[in-house]
C-alpha cells in the first residue's frame, strides 16, 4: 500500500471569460511510506491544485488519490495526515498552547496524550517560552514553526507540507530539516513543495518536478546528482613538490589517475563538480 497514489489526476477550471484552463492533465504519482519526497514546478504549475486535491479542499474533474488506502473523497483519511499551508493563518488572540489544544480536541485526542504531545511540540519546534503570547504578537516565522507543530501534534502517517521552509531564518530552517528526517527515520511520508532546491538535495528521497499541469520527471535525488557530474577538480603534488588544481573530464578519470601512478604524482583530493538540482529543475522547465 502506497501513503499517496494518485492516478490520472486532472483539474480543469472555468474563468470568468468562460475560457478552460487545465490546471492538472492525467498526473499519476504514488509515494512511499517513510519516503521524504520533493515536489517542485514553477508558479502557476499545479503544485497547490494537487495539494489541495489531495486534501479534499477541492475536487478533481478525473481521477482518483488515495491517502493510506483510503479515498479522498472520504473522511476516514483525515486522521492519517497532517498539512502545513503555505502561508498558515490562526486565531490570532490565541497563544500557541491554546491553538494547540484546540487543534488536538477537534481531532478528538485523549486528554493526558493531548497535554503531553502540546508541551513536546512547544519545545521540539522552539516555541514553549512564547506559548502564552497572542499569536498576533508572533513573527513570521514563528507562525511558521506553530504550523509545523499542529501538523505534529496529532502524530499522523502523512505530512503535506505546502513550502515548509517559507519565512524561517536558517536556524528555522535547519530544525525543520531535522524534523523531517526525524519523521523519515519513524516510517512516516513526507510529501511537500517548495522554492528551496537546496532542501530537496539535503532530504528528500526522491523528486517530481511539474510543469503547465503535466508531470515531467520523477527521479530519486542521488541519480539525478549522480547524472550531473560534469567532471573532477583535482588537486595533485608532483615528486618535484608542485602542486597543481586541474579539471578533469569526467570520462578522463580513470587514465589520469593511472598517469599520474606511472608519473609519481600524489593525488591529494577529487571532488565531483555537478550541476546541482536546481540546475536540473531549470533544464526541465526550459525544455518544454
Known amino acids: 500500500m502506497f501513503a499517496i497514489d494518485i492516478q490520472g489526476l486532472s ?19 504514488s509515494v512511499e511510506q517513510g519516503e521524504v519526497f520533493g515536489f517542485l514546478g514553477p508558479n502557476g504549475a499545479g503544485k497547490s491544485t494537487t495539494i489541495k486535491c489531495l486534501l ?6 478525473s481521477g482518483t488519490a488515495t491517502i493510506m488506502g483510503d479515498s479522498v473523497t472520504g473522511d476516514n483519511y483525515r486522521r492519517k495526515v497532517g498539512y502545513l499551508p503555505e502561508n498558515p493563518a490562526f486565531y490570532d488572540y490565541l497563544g500557541a498552547e491554546e491553538y494547540l489544544l484546540f487543534v488536538g480536541r477537534i481531532f478528538k485526542m485523549q486528554e493526558e496524550l493531548l497535554a503531553r504531545r502540546t ?17 498576533r504578537s508572533y513573527s513570521k516565522g514563528m507562525v511558521q514553526r506553530l504550523g509545523l507543530a499542529q501538523v505534529l501534534l496529532h502524530d499522523p502517517d502523512v505530512y503535506i507540507l505546502d513550502e515548509p521552509m517559507s519565512g524561517l531564518d536558517p536556524i528555522g530552517r535547519a530544525l525543520v530539516k531535522d524534523i523531517i528526517l526525524d519523521l523519515k527515520r519513524r516510517g512516516k511520508c513526507v510529501f511537500f513543495s517548495t522554492h528551496i532546491t537546496d532542501d530537496v538535495e539535503k532530504v528528500c528521497d526522491r523528486v517530481a518536478i511539474i510543469n503547465r499541469g503535466m508531470l515531467q520527471v520523477v527521479d530519486k535525488v542521488d541519480n539525478i546528482l549522480q547524472q550531473g557530474i560534469e567532471g573532477y577538480d583535482v588537486r595533485t603534488t608532483a615528486a618535484n613538490g608542485q602542486v597543481e588544481e586541474l579539471f578533469i573530464e569526467k570520462n578522463a578519470l580513470q587514465s589520469f589517475i593511472q598517469q599520474s601512478i606511472n608519473n609519481q604524482t600524489s593525488i591529494e583530493r577529487i571532488e565531483p563538480r555537478r550541476k546541482n538540482i536546481e540546475a536540473f529543475f531549470l533544464d526541465v522547465v526550459a525544455q518544454q
Open 56 to 61: 479534499g479542499l477541492i475536487r478533481p474533474t
Open 119 to 135: 508541551v513536546d511540540c512547544l519545545k521540539l519546534l522552539e516555541l514553549w517560552d512564547a506559548r502564552k503570547r497572542p499569536l
Open 11 to 29: 483539474k480543469s477550471y472555468k474563468t470568468k471569460r468562460h475560457l478552460t484552463v487545465n490546471a492538472l492533465k492525467e498526473l499519476t504519482l
